[in-house]
C-alpha cells in the first residue's frame, strides 16, 4: 500500500517561545534574537519568538518586546507571538506583531491549572483579544492543548475539541494547531480523533491556507509516527522545536516537543519539501545548547554530530599515520 502523502509540510518552529520558556537557566536577550535570526537563515518561515503573558508567570520570556523589536522582519517570515489577554494584545502590537496566538485546553482541569479560569470563562477573554486583534489587521492563530489525552482527567471526549475548534473558527482564529500535550497519542488514536475533527470544520479554507495543524510531545517516542498519520489525513502543517526543546510546566511527566531537527531529516528523507536547510538547522540546536546549558534529546542533531565526531577522529588519525611515513629532512 502506498501512502497518500504530502509534496510539502510547512514546519511552524515553536522553540524561541515554547521551547525555551520553562528553562531554568536565563537566556540573554541578544542569544535570544542571535538564535531567531539563525532559524530564519535556515529557512524557517513560521516562527512563534515569544509571548506577552506576565513576566510574573514567564520569566524567562520577559523581554518579549525587546525581542520583537530585535529579530530582522522579512515580508516572507511569519513571526507570531502568544497572548493571555487583552492587555498582551496591545504589548504584542505596540512591539509590531502582525501575528498572535491564543491558547486553551480541551479538559476543564488543564484549563484550570493552566490559565486559572474555566474553558467558557476562557473563550468569554478570547473574545477581548481576537476581534480587536483582526480589527487591526493581525492574523490570530489558536493552541488546543491536552486534544489526545489530560495528565489529570485521562481520555479526552473528541467532540469537545469539535466544539471548541469551531467556536475558535467562529472568532476568526485562521489555524488551530490541536496538541498532544503529555505525549501519549498513537497513530491510531490520532486517525480516529482527527477523523471527527475533520469532518466537521475544513482542513484548508477558500485560499488553501491550512486551517488545522498538529502538535505532537514525544513523551513516548510516538510524535513522528502520530504526525506520518496525520499527514495521510491531508495535515500539512506541523508544530515543532529546534533540538526538542521545551515541554508543558502543567502536564506532569511531559517531555519536551517534538525535534524541528528529527521532524525535518524524516520528511527529507521521505521525498517532503520544507525549505529547510537541515544543516543550518542543527547550528541552531547547537547554538540553542550553548545558551540552555544541556544537552537536547533531538536523536538526528546527536546522530550528526557523532558522525561528525568519527570523521574527525579519522582525519586526524589519517594525518598522524601521514605524518609518520613521511620522509625526514632538515
Known sequence: ??????????????????????????????????????????????????????????????????????????????????VPNRRGLDAAMAAGMREIAVFLSASETHNKKNVNKTIADTLRAFREVVPPALDAGLKVRAYVSTVFGCPYEGDVDPARVVWLSRELRELGVYQISLGDTIGVANPRQVEAVMGEILAAIPLRDADGVDVVAVHFHDTQGTALANCLTAMTLGVTTIDSSVGGLGGCPYAPGASGNLATDDLVAMLHSMGIETGIDLDKLIECSRLATTFVGHELPSKYMKAHLGKQARVRRRAEREAEAGTEKAPGGE
Open 1 to 82: 500500500m502506498t501512502l497518500q502523502l504530502p509534496e510539502r509540510v510547512t514546519v511552524y518552529e515553536v522553540g524561541p517561545r515554547d521551547g525555551l520558556q520553562n528553562e531554568a537557566r536565563q537566556v540573554p536577550t541578544a542569544d535570544k534574537i542571535r538564535f531567531i535570526d539563525g532559524l530564519v537563515a535556515a529557512g524557517l518561515r513560521h516562527i512563534e519568538i515569544t509571548s506577552f503573558v506576565s513576566p510574573r508567570w514567564i520569566p524567562q520570556l520577559a523581554d518579549g518586546a525587546e525581542v520583537a523589536r530585535g529579530v530582522k522582519r522579512r515580508d516572507d517570515v511569519h513571526f507570531s507571538a502568544l
